[in-house]
């Protein structure tokens, strides 16, 4: 769900390390569902270039992806269940790295880790994903974005990227 959620709002890993005010943007009309999950934080890249500023960077992912059922709903759920109530993270991780007797530590799960992690996901579905990132995340929907035709500066934007044009043609 964490990598889900990175992948949705487009974000780095390091993004998540430290978030809060996350919630839950959820609402059902007619029995349709719709909405976002979002969440805050000043862990990510730009952070001190915007410290003096106080301002932090919003993380918003649909809770529709590309696939039915909802992963957001689902996320919320197994997040409960495993006794990480995302409304109560405050300058925590998204994703607590495990203790060995069960319970989250404080620490979060670090970018090789998550790396290694993703690539042994993938394995099942493609033997070639040797040099797969837990960058991908934020790369493949911003690559979707470019080949679907969105103009570089709604690119730049969903990329949490202000300025410059470098950026976007990376991806």
């Excluded at 719709?34 to 301002?55: F, I, N, P």
């Excluded at 993270?89 to 620490?107: T, V």
């Excluded at 996901?121 to 690559?143: N, V, W, Y």
Aim: charged residues 20%; hydrophobic residues 35%; contains cysteine.
């Amino acid at each position: 769900g964490c990598m889900l959620f990175c992948f949705y709002s487009r974000s780095r890993w390091s993004d998540i390390r430290k978030i809060y005010n996350f919630s839950p943007d959820i609402s059902e009309n007619d029995g349709k569902i719709s909405g976002y999950l979002e969440c805050r934080t000043r862990s990510h890249k730009t952070a001190r270039q915007v410290a003096k500023g106080g301002l932090s960077m919003p993380l918003v992912a649909p809770v529709w992806g590309v696939t039915s059922p909802p992963w957001g709903l689902a996320f919320i759920k197994v997040c409960k269940l495993a006794q990480r109530e995302l409304e109560s993270l405050d300058h925590d991780p998204l994703l607590a790295a495990p203790k060995a007797n069960g319970d989250w530590s404080a620490r979060a799960v670090t970018t090789k880790e998550a790396g290694k992690w993703i690539r042994n996901i993938l394995l099942s579905f493609d033997h070639q994903t040797k040099f797969t990132t837990i960058h991908t995340l934020k790369g493949t929907p911003l690559s979707w974005c470019a080949k679907w035709g969105l103009d570089p500066d709604t690119r730049a934007i969903l990329g949490h990227h202000a300025t410059g044009r470098g950026s976007v043609e990376c991806y």
